[in-house]
């Protein structure tokens, strides 16, 4: 493999501005890497639309990163990474695409003591059944329960992350989970802005994970495994791509990146079918 | 104009499920008309969105109902009204385009003697200013005060109406306007789900205002004049069209009509562009 091939961005596809979360946790672990962030800001959320809708969605956003020469996609929504991963597999098999659940997974079997987790998530990321086979492929015993949550996402981009109103509402969506777990993962890429909020509602003994995190380091390695990551000599840059105006992510993405990326974001289009 | 044109049906146009509000005091109003409902479930919702985005997407939906041979384009998405309704005119000249926000003003202007009147809306109805202009078109000396208040959508559709989450949310925005009025619009078709919560918390001396009701009575009121009500010896149909799948909808749908429409809905694809 050539240095140039190295030096090509790492594509980052989100419904539009949740997976800023795994964003940052990317510069974080690779900050080297040059990034290219698309957020289909026009049709978002993903979480309460169809699987055909989804996987519709997220092929059209692989295309255009494509054209980007990206040499990595990752699909850094949970209900696109549920729902679309084999369809992109299949339409790209060039292409590396990394979802957030299976290193989410991982990082759950391994917190988990009691073999009960459980894993806050939109709907149609509950409904792909995506966590419960990754986390019981890789431990057949452990207990999974997945719970849709749609209320959090319009929580967290209204900013409303720290009173009573969070407060409320996650005491009313936990009290539905069976008790015993010890492990409770944050299966969308919002939820984890909520984490302080959740640490102090839930028990001291319970992990939480930020499947972010733990998706950024599985790519780490990936790229380290396949000798592709950019010189560390670098710095690195990220351009943002949006299907709707850039005024709202833009004042969002304050909240997720405690930055200011005007001048940063460029309107795309893309098609359905 | 011959007895053909006045059976055509009426076509209703919403960024998804909300609009069924519309739709149920249109049915309630006009009980001889057969209804097509389009939702546009797969972009859903338009309130957070841009007014060119919102403005596309309107208008490739009145091209759809307009190939199902409308006599009528009720827009009942008040987020479409605001920023759309000046280009479905212009790009269709022969189609009558009813919003939901001119209905609205008149029924708030002549609810409210003290001359001060709120409206709860989505973000894009509140920043595109069209309740003001309205409002203040009607009665220039009235003081309008427009709140985007973008939890609620979320929350009706989860169906957390009547509990202590819609209670503290609804309190919080509540908190946000300045007191005086004695009118509250509720602008967007998903809050007079919302309606009893807000009845229970506000002054019983403040007027709450539908706009899917008075909506209604001026799309029965265009039709009398130019004699194009269906004859009324008729019992009206109605259609769904949406752009996800259609199992959401259905499930959302009972929420807002209290009745079961399966059987009675076709997934349709609109193009970006």
Redesign the interface.
């Known amino acids: 493999m050539t240095t140039d091939s190295k030096n090509r961005p790492i594509g980052v596809f989100d419904s539009g501005i949740g997976g800023l979360t795994v964003y940052k946790a990317l510069r974080e672990a690779l900050p080297q890497e040059d990034f290219i962030y698309l957020g289909d800001?026009?049709?978002l959320p993903y979480g309460?639309?169809?699987?055909?809708?989804v996987a519709a969605y997220a092929l059209q956003a692989a295309q255009l990163l494509l054209e980007h020469d990206i040499k990595l996609l990752v699909v850094a929504c949970n209900t696109a990474s549920a729902q679309a991963l084999p369809e992109l597999r299949r339409a790209f098999p060039d292409l590396p695409c990394l979802g957030v659940i299976e290193p989410g997974a991982d990082a759950a079997v391994a917190a988990s003591h009691s073999g009960r987790i459980a894993v806050l998530a939109t709907?149609g990321t509950a409904r792909s059944g995506a966590y419960v086979e990754a986390i019981q492929r890789r431990s057949s015993a452990v207990e999974v329960q997945v719970l849709a949550c749609?209320?959090l996402?319009?929580?967290v981009?209204?900013g409303?992350c720290d009173?009573?109103?969070a407060e409320?509402?996650l005491r009313?969506y936990l009290h539905r989970l069976e008790e015993g777990f010890d492990t409770l993962v944050l299966g969308c890429t919002h939820f984890p802005i909520l984490a302080p909020m959740l640490r102090k509602i839930v028990s001291p003994s319970i992990s939480i994970i930020d499947s972010a995190v733990t998706a950024a380091q599985a790519v780490r390695e990936y790229l380290q495994s396949f000798g592709q990551l950019a010189p560390s000599s670098q710095v690195g840059s990220c351009h943002f791509l949006v299907?709707?105006?850039p005024?709202?992510f833009e004042r969002v993405a304050r909240l997720f990146l405690n930055e200011d990326i005007a001048g940063k974001i460029t309107q795309v289009?893309?098609?359905?079918?």
């Open positions: 800001t026009a049709r309460t639309k169809s699987h055909e809708t709907e749609n209320l996402v319009a929580l981009e209204e409303w009173g009573a109103e409320v509402i009313r299907t709707d105006g005024e709202r289009y893309l098609r359905q079918r």
